[in-house]
């Protein structure tokens, strides 16, 4: 009797039937180490964007201080095509003779507000010119990956406030991001000297004057603006959503134009445009 319940508790039946539940136990946990690993990429995948929109503005508000704002407005077409090339390299849309021809018009109208300012703006050299030409060049680059990551993160979202969940994500990130820079260069002279000369050693001094402009960015450029930003990705691809940002110099001359009609000209910052702004 005892050698038969021996020779039945090792049957061949017995003995595939534990290896089929030791396999489905670990088909179990390795498919939930999976999502695990996957649920982690996709959060950290969020926080992406604001270290693309820190490097974003870091190095335009540097690179205008090292090189010159003309400089600045020539880079920023170029957003476009860094976002239409990587768009089509990883597979996100495809190159068509439309997005081709649109992408032309976009960089003859950058070469005619370059060529055809007439002298206008900051055509000198700045305090080191190929570094700041450097910075633009990376300024564009982390505003394309910021686009195509966004577009990326929301294609897929159900949430209708899903895309302010993203951007309000993203702003965690370059705030923490750029105070943690602001402290590091505001304790070293030297750096603050180099990227602000004009504030005479104090790197926190911010005119009286200026705190109207810094709300309107904060505002209408910043929560509003992104806002409308990310919720365009979530049904428009990158390419068409960064095409978007050559229109500025329009909206720009528009609203000028209408100010000085209207006899408004704070401390006569405004001009009537020139010829060059028919490349707008």
């Given at each position: 009797f005892s050698s038969s319940s021996q020779d039945e508790g090792n049957s061949p039946e017995r003995t595939n039937s534990l290896a089929s539940e030791d396999e489905s136990t670990f088909?179990?946990?390795a498919s939930v180490r999976t999502a695990h690993s996957r649920s982690m990429r996709k959060l950290a995948l969020r926080f992406v964007p604001g270290v693309f929109i820190f490097i974003d503005q870091f190095c335009s508000l540097t690179g205008v201080k090292l090189a010159n704002a003309t400089s600045l407005a020539a880079w920023q077409p170029s957003q476009v095509t860094f976002t239409l090339f990587i768009s089509v390299c990883i597979g996100a849309?495809?190159?068509t003779w439309r997005k081709t021809i649109g992408l032309l018009f976009v960089l003859a109208g950058a070469a005619c507000l370059v060529l055809l300012g007439g002298g206008q703006g900051s055509m000198h050299g700045g305090l080191s010119p190929r570094l700041g030409q450097l910075l633009f060049f990376v300024n564009c680059m982390a505003s394309s990956l910021e686009v195509i990551v966004w577009r990326n993160l929301l294609r897929h979202s159900r949430s209708p406030f899903g895309h302010m969940a993203v951007m309000a994500e993203s702003y965690?990130?370059?705030?923490?991001l750029m105070s943690v820079?602001?402290?590091?260069?505001?304790?070293?002279?030297?750096m603050v000297d180099l990227i602000c000369p004009e504030c005479g050693g104090d790197a926190w001094h911010l005119p009286s004057e200026a705190l109207w402009a810094v709300g309107?960015?904060?505002?209408?450029?910043?929560?509003?603006?992104?806002?409308?930003?990310?919720w365009a990705l979530r049904y428009a691809e990158?390419?068409?959503v960064a095409l978007y940002a050559t229109?500025?110099?329009i909206f720009a001359t528009g609203l000028s134009c209408a100010l000085l009609l209207l006899g408004i000209n704070p401390n006569g910052s405004l001009a009537w445009p020139g010829p060059e702004m028919g490349g707008a």
């Open positions: 088909r179990g946990e849309e495809a190159l965690l990130m370059a705030a923490t820079t602001c402290i590091a260069v505001s304790n070293c002279p030297a309107y960015s904060v505002v209408f450029q910043t929560i509003v603006g992104y806002c409308a930003q990310a990158s390419s068409l229109t500025q110099p």
